[in-house]
């Protein structure tokens, strides 16, 4: 399975001049009015930007399958094409405080088994009373911060595809926007913010092949998680609850759910 997983060298990005004038303005005072107007500006300013070299690029990590294969292949990719760029881990503390704790699992497996070290990662902690920011704006804050003050020059998101419409044996989530039929660019370039989304027209059995692919399958995968059960369904967080969609969805792909890493002979 060939999924192409794009570092770009350089990008482009509003003249300071321009910056300034869109922050006066209030243009960056949310992300989704970037990615809503950013034609409109495109077009009336399409020579107002400098071409940089990327140093940074930044992710969200869940600590879930598919975040964390992204993150171990974009990290392949800066150490064996020996590119002079950092990858800067990102995680928010949720609803469910996991988050962090298995995206902190990952980022130290994949540094031993690649022999590379990420940026220090980076945890954030919304007030844990307020759902809309823990969960949604927390998100949006951060990159508006992160890309005002360069700490991330391009970012990164492993969300992936719901499984195929037509298929019966899979529940449905309430994620519309996930579905097959969404429109949803692979890449957004808003002369201030760039996001590259490379899952984001495959599903979970994708996910699977790229696993097996790198021969992950039976020791990083068995590390991350992907679950919403409660703390009593899950032993306070330690396994899956395998009765939530996100559980449902990991066998569908999988056939399993907190196998033990173990070792495994690939063909």
Not at 8 to 16: C, G, N
Not at 126 to 146: A, L, S
Request: net charge negative; hydrophobic share 30%; aromatic share 14%.
């Amino acid at each position: 399975m060939n999924i192409d997983i794009k570092i770009p060298r350089e990008y482009k990005k509003y003249t300071p001049k321009v910056l300034n004038e869109l922050t006066k303005n209030g243009y960056f005072d949310d992300v989704d009015e970037i990615k809503n107007k950013s034609h409109i500006l495109e077009n009336k300013i399409k020579e107002e930007f400098i071409i940089k070299k990327t140093e940074v690029i930044g992710q969200w990590m869940s600590g879930g399958a598919d975040s964390s294969i992204l993150a171990y292949m974009l990290c392949k990719k800066i150490k064996e094409e020996n590119l002079n760029i950092k990858f800067q881990p990102l995680s928010v503390r949720r609803g469910r405080g996991w988050n962090p704790i298995y995206a902190g699992h990952v980022i130290d497996f994949i540094e031993d088994e690649l022999d590379f070290k990420m940026n220090d990662h980076i945890v954030y902690y919304p007030d844990i009373n307020d759902e809309y920011q823990r969960e949604t704006k927390e998100f949006r804050d951060r990159d508006m911060e992160n890309f005002n003050t360069g700490k991330i020059d391009i970012l990164y998101s492993g969300i992936t595809c719901n499984p195929p419409e037509d298929d019966v044996t899979i529940s449905k989530n309430k994620e519309r926007t996930r579905d097959e039929s969404a429109e949803r660019p692979l890449e957004s370039w808003s002369g201030f913010a760039y996001y590259i989304n490379p899952f984001f027209k495959i599903n979970k059995k994708d996910i699977k092949k790229l696993y097996d692919k790198y021969k992950l399958t039976h020791t990083l995968f068995p590390i991350t998680r992907s679950c919403e059960g409660s703390d009593y369904e899950t032993g306070n967080y330690t396994f899956h609850c395998g009765k939530c969609w996100w559980c449902e969805e990991r066998l569908w792909a999988f056939g399993f759910l907190d196998q033990p890493a173990q070792e495994f002979i690939y063909d």
